[in-house]
Each structure stands twice: as C-alpha cells, then as structure tokens.
C-alpha cells in the first residue's frame, strides 16, 4: 500500500480537474507559481542526465505530453512537481488519465494557451501574445486532444 503522502492516478485526475476549472473561455497569464511549475516540469523533460526517480516523473510528463495531449501535460505541470511525481504511486494513470480527459471540458482558455505553451514553453505571457499568429487561438496541434476523443486514439459513438 502506498504511503499517504504518495500521489495516487486519482488524485493527480483530481489536481488536474482543480487546474482544468481555473481555465475559463478567455486566455489568460498564469501565476507565479505555475509558471515555476511549468519551467521545473520543462527543464526536467529536456534534462540529459537523471537519477531513477526524476526519469520516472519525466516519464510520467512525456506520457501525458505525447500520448495523451499537451493540455494535459500542462495541466500536470501546473497542478503538481516533479518530487511528487518522482514518489508517486499511479499505477494505470494512462489509461485513467485518457479517459478522465475524453470526458471533461476543455476550456477555451486552456485551449488557446496550450498551443502557445508548446511553441515557446519558456516565454511570458506579453511575449507569447507578441508572438505572429498569437491571435489564431484553438489552432489544433498534432498532440493535442482538443477536439475530441478522435484524436485520443478512440472512436465516436
């Protein structure tokens, strides 16, 4: 059994419906906090040299990124850190995680800064909306789950 303080696949679907409410329709700058989660959860990604538990919470972040959707990923980035990632118990998160996200909204708000995130995952907020194209919210991205379970490797009823 896992200690109480270790992250379980049903909490972390819980921090991540806490982020997923944050989000509303309208794009907005995050907080101070959540950018230093993102930069901690994008150096670890990108990080060349790791130990056994930093590969599990960087695995655990591609997983989300890649398999599921970058909103994802970044709701994850911005709801836990790496150590609690690295001490998590989350068995089948994959799964779970995939069919949380089929079935929740997906803001417009986090819709249009996902995109923007992944282009540039170290910019600010000014920077991003500077950016061409910046006005283009909800641009469809090959890893991103915006538009529906299609794109989750699933079939509509």
């Given amino acids: 059994m896992a200690p109480p ?4 696949c049903e909490d972390l679907i819980e921090l991540l419906e806490i982020q997923r409410g944050d989000f509303t329709n309208v794009i907005r700058p995050l907080r101070a906090v959540q950018e230093a989660r993102l930069r901690k959860a ?3 990604i990108s990080k060349s040299t790791l130990n056994d538990k930093q590969r599990k919470a960087r695995n655990i972040f591609i997983t989300l990124r890649d398999r599921i959707c ?8 911005l709801a836990t850190t790496p150590s609690g990632l690295m001490f998590s ?6 799964g779970k995680v995939t069919t949380w996200w089929a079935g929740a909204e997906h803001p417009q708000g986090l819709r249009d800064l996902a995109p923007l995130r992944m282009e540039t995952p170290a910019a600010s907020f000014d920077e991003l909306l500077g950016q061409p194209g910046a006005k283009r919210f909800g641009t469809p991205k090959s890893r ?3 538009n529906g379970p299609a794109q989750l490797g699933m079939t509509a009823p």
């Fill in 5 to 8: 303080s270790a992250l379980t």
């Fill in 42 to 44: 994008n150096e670890l």
């Fill in 70 to 77: 970058y909103e994802v990923f970044l709701l994850c980035a």
């Fill in 89 to 94: 118990k989350l068995g089948d998160y994959h």
């Fill in 144 to 146: 991103s789950a915006s």
